[in-house]
């Protein structure tokens, strides 16, 4: 199984930015897929989740209304469009999965796979 993160980079604040997870060796509409971030210094947090089969949605309080994330079964990934960046957005974006949730979307043990990671820059 891999998940490989893409779509980071460096934008102003206020601007967008669309990362994608593209998977192979497991099929994400049967998984759970998530996105986490770690900034410098700090512990990697919950960004949002979408369950396997319905693809309901769910998200942090500090991204809600500004990011979304989809899936696209055909292409076997999972996506978060980032709008209205923020500075406080800058960080290490990781997607991961599990295929029957055990725990909290919210917690990273919850996860059996991981991406490698994707930079994400906010300047203010």
């Known amino acids: 199984v891999q998940l490989q993160a893409s779509g980071g980079g460096l934008v102003q604040a206020g601007g967008s930015l669309r990362l994608a997870c593209a998977a192979s060796g497991l099929t994400f509409s049967t998984y759970t897929g998530g996105w986490f971030r770690q900034a410098p210094g700090k512990e990697r947090e919950f960004v949002s989740v979408?369950?396997?089969?319905?693809?309901?949605?769910y998200y942090a309080d500090s991204v809600k209304g500004r990011f979304t994330t989809s899936r696209d079964n055909a292409k076997n990934t999972v996506y978060l469009q980032m709008n209205s960046l923020k500075p406080e957005d800058t960080a290490v974006y990781y997607c991961?999965?599990?295929?029957?949730?055990?725990?909290?979307?919210?917690?990273?043990?919850?996860?059996?796979?991981w991406g490698q990671g994707t930079q994400v820059t906010v300047s203010s």
């Open positions: 991961a999965a599990v295929s029957r949730l055990k725990g909290s979307v919210v917690l990273r043990a919850t996860y059996d796979y």
């Open positions: 979408i369950t396997r089969y319905d693809g309901n949605t």
